[in-house]
DNA sequence: AAATAATTTGAAATCGATTTCAGGATAAAT
DNA sequence: ATTTATCCTGAAATCGATTTCAAATTATTT
């Protein structure tokens, strides 16, 4: 462990900067040199140290990803995508659990900045773009999933969400819905606002008047779920479906639904969104959308690479991707 | 982005030392310089580089925690539990993705042994106890959860396999069970052996007669769970429960039960292991094995830490916890 | 065999911080 | 006022690799 590498110099009777060279093949070296050097490294179990090593080179080849929390299954698939085409280009990637705390999320950011990773990736931030932007401003090489950019160095990739809402809602009205509650994430974040856009959008296109009594807040969570619907069913208000901003919130509806004694999908059609695993376990199965998380982090690290390696950016550096529909056992149900 | 310490000294009209102290609180500085190198630093917008930091201080209050694959919750909420500890004592925790695969296990381990982080815990390892202990006597800092590790400097922390499965076997016999399916992981596991161990244990106890062919390996997963099933229903075998080594093989019993209308639990009673996050949405209820992940992890980066600070080896080393039956629908059913 | 070109190699500089050690300034004690 | 002790500060060494530049070696050409 304290090998460094002057030792395996000297024990191979050559200087440091051969030993580095036949570590790196950065240049050539005598194919007798190398064997000497080799056996040295060998026998001594020399092992480099990486970080005098990014010192020197300003490089680790490695990717720190950030993510708001690493229980979500959402999250995994991106992750995924990101570290099976990060390991082909040769980096390596590092994760960094925000634990939904924004102080969390930007102290990890420090410490990936700060030289540790040549870059990072920010799924789903809970910072501001301000804030993102003016991280980039310093210098540091930055991407986004989940959420579009307005900064030429950043690559972001994310989801059409209004589109994608407006086609549960469309869904929802061809099977006979016109009072249909919205659940919302918390409010701060875009992609509430996206969806809930999509939701009047679609009220829009079929002449249903809008009834500001069905939007409730449920911070995407499965409590603020159930105590969402639990507001609404106290309320007596008439809704027929609720489109949930994402599944967790939709299995806190179920559980509202099953104390009171309300079946789904025929007294009350549910749609959520993310296609959680546990979505397609639940009795009945929850109709949802499902977003293409393996390529969008997959896409993003590739774009990311490319542009680091060419250290140019391209005119293409922001990708929408669109999302499908799912329906399932939750909303599969004609209503006269 | 290029600005340095001397950048900061310069301007402050200082030596780089000071600075280095200023930044580091690590010896008094009169607080007019004090003042100076703050105004400097602010003014520069200067952020230390973490690499040339860790290079001297031969440390980086970084943890790193590599898991077999970042998509199982079970390993999410041992993550959590490492995870606010460390932060609480100072350190920050990166993960790494292995992915299942034992070489990209071996590769992240090296790029975090490499002087990146100060420790690294190895969650449920897919390497082997001698590869472990010989990168330990290399000099690097380890930790395991998930496993027992015979090593002196190797804190570790695990449950008791045996015990629990005996607790399994016992309450399904007490519900009338006589044959009970045992599902058990990959073979090489050590999970999966002492699972079985404690299944021998318990039908030992109640003086039931072993029979090996209700032994079946499903791999850990849910396909495996559901081909092994199919291969038990083809063999025409009598059997009234299944005890599967995790939740995710049980859910695939579930799916074979479902294609050939066989009633849980009335028909056959299903336990788990893990208490996954699903088994709590499924129809009927999953009955399984709650293992205390976060305390696991929490518990364990504790004595990590502490080790390292006091940089002596405890003689309180491994950690044996326990874990609970949850009865659930799928087994909560007594047979005549 | 001598001159030239190409290839290997090593010495020293470098990456950007921390830390040691000694000198200078200040405060306390005589 | 002088001596002694304490506190601040800076110059230089250091962490462990890579990289530049020049020297030394080998290969090629004349």
């Known amino acids: 462990m304290d090998i460094k590498i002057v030792d395996v110099a000297a024990k191979a009777g050559v200087s440091p900067a051969t030993v580095s060279r036949v570590l790196n093949e950065s240049s050539s070296v005598t194919s007798k040199t190398k064997a000497k050097v080799m056996k040295a490294i060998e026998e001594l179990g020399y092992h480099p140290n990486a970080v005098a090593k990014n010192l020197r080179s ?6 720190g990803v950030i993510v708001p929390d690493i229980n979500a299954s959402y999250f995994a698939e991106i992750i995924k995508g990101i570290e099976n085409v990060a390991y082909a280009r040769k980096y390596k990637v590092i994760i ?12 990890y950011l420090t410490l990936l900045m700060n030289r540790t990773v040549d870059a990072a990736i920010l799924i789903a931030p809970l910072m501001s773009d301000e804030e993102i932007c003016q991280i980039s401003e310093k210098g540091y090489t930055l991407a986004v999933v989940g959420r579009y950019i307005e900064h030429d160095r950043i690559p972001c990739i994310y989801t059409d969400n209004v589109k994608f ?16 509650v919205f659940l919302s994430g918390y409010a701060e974040a875009i992609d509430s606002y ?22 409730e807040n449920g911070n995407f969570n499965e409590g603020g779920g159930y105590e969402a619907m639990k507001r609404l069913f106290d309320k007596n208000l008439h809704f027929t479906a609720v489109f949930a901003a994402n599944d967790e919130m939709a299995l806190g509806v179920y559980k509202a639904c099953a104390e009171r004694g309300i079946a789904i999908p025929s007294q009350l ?25 393996y390529t969008m982090g997959a896409l993003l690290v590739e774009k990311l690479i490319d542009q680091m ?9 922001t990708f929408k991707v669109d999302s499908e529909l799912i329906v399932r056992g939750s909303s599969n149900f004609r209503r006269e």
Chains 1, 2 share one sequence.
């Open 58 to 63: 300003q490089k680790s080849m490695t990717i």
């Open 96 to 107: 960094c659990d925000a634990e939904n705390q924004k102080e969390k999320e930007a102290e």
């Open 165 to 180: 809402s407006k086609e549960v809602v469309q869904h929802l009205v061809e099977n006979g819905h016109r009072d249909i």
């Open 194 to 215: 996206e969806r809930l856009e999509g939701y009047l959008k679609a009220l829009r296109d079929y002449h249903i008047p809008f009834r500001p009594e069905l939007i």
């Open 269 to 293: 059609a549910v749609v959520g969104v993310d296609n959680n695993r546990i979505s397609k376990y639940i009795t009945p199965t929850l109709s949802t959308v499902n977003q293409p998380k």
């Open 309 to 317: 390696n060419e250290n140019q950016f391209h005119d293409k550096r």
